[in-house]
């Protein structure tokens, strides 16, 4: 068994908003997508998907981009990120999932899932108060997403010492001092892409960049 981590997929399966408009990186994703995923993911594998899964505005136009995640290799760990418009409440989506036979999936938000001893949680963060886009309307999505990263990270902390904290924004030092309170082992996070991610310095061997454009859309071995 092993853990890895893609973000940032934006699959434009069930709307018609492909991502080729951002550069030729993006010519093809989808089958890019699919075949790093096959050629390096196993079945017994966890995959986590840190937000923008999906183009879709709503649930429902988010299916086909679902069947295709559920095609794909592995168990699927996904946690919200900024573009992710179609995300409903916990029992809307997963009501969603068993209506169309989705069966490899699983939500991240406000709780933990045990992967054979690895605790695995998820929150989407914000934009840092130190970003010079930051704005008074941001304080309060920024200190509500703190809270809903730590109240993952004491679910976790409850199933497993070894924990994985998946981010969809950088995190921030307040974020970083949250996630080194429960000794997490690897921080994973998306959110940036071309130049932004190719500029941005991590901050230690902890935490990972895993944007899929960044990845060359292959998914990133975590444990």
Same mark, same amino acid.
């Given at each position: 068994?092993?853990i890895?981590?893609?973000?940032d997929?934006?699959l ?6 492909p ?16 075949y790093?995923?096959k050629r390096t ?25 679902? &069947?295709?995640?559920? %095609?794909?290799?592995? #168990? ?8 992710d $418009?179609?995300? !409903?409440? /916990? ?19 406000n ?5 054979d001893?690895v605790?695995?949680?998820g929150? &989407?963060?914000w934009i %840092?108060?130190?970003? #010079?886009?930051?704005?008074k309307?941001?304080e309060?999505? $920024?200190?509500? !997403?703190? /809270?809903r990263l730590?109240t993952s990270?004491k679910?976790?902390?409850e ?10 924004y950088?995190p921030d ?6 996630i080194? &309170?429960y000794n ?8 940036l892409?071309g130049?932004r991610?190719e500029?941005?310095r991590?901050y230690d ?16 071995r975590?444990?």
């Amino acid at each position: 068994m092993a853990i890895f981590a893609l973000s940032d997929l934006h699959l434009p399966l069930g709307i018609d908003k492909p991502m080729d408009i951002f550069g030729v990186r993006w010519d093809n994703y989808v089958e890019k997508i699919e075949y790093e995923w096959k050629r390096t993911v196993s079945e017994e594998d966890y995959v986590i998907i840190n937000g923008d899964l999906s183009w879709a505005t709503y649930l429902s136009e988010s299916l086909a981009d679902f &069947k295709f995640v559920e %095609s794909l290799p592995g #168990k699927k760990l996904i946690s919200k990120g900024n573009h992710d $418009y179609w995300w !409903e409440t /916990i029992t809307k989506m997963n009501a969603f999932l068993e209506e169309n036979d989705i069966k490899s999936v699983t939500f991240m938000q406000n709780n933990a899932v045990l992967c054979d001893g690895v605790a695995v949680c998820g929150a &989407k963060g914000w934009i %840092s108060p130190s970003d #010079k886009a930051f704005k008074k309307d941001d304080e309060k999505i $920024y200190r509500r !997403e703190l /809270i809903r990263l730590e109240t993952s990270l004491k679910a976790a902390a409850e199933l497993s010492d070894t924990i994985i904290a998946a981010l969809h924004y950088p995190p921030d030092d307040n974020y970083m001092e949250v996630i080194n &309170k429960y000794n997490v082992v690897r921080c994973v996070f998306g959110h940036l892409h071309g130049k932004r991610a190719e500029d941005f310095r991590l901050y230690d061997q902890k935490y990972a960049l895993v944007s899929a454009d960044f990845l060359k859309f292959a998914p990133k071995r975590i444990i």
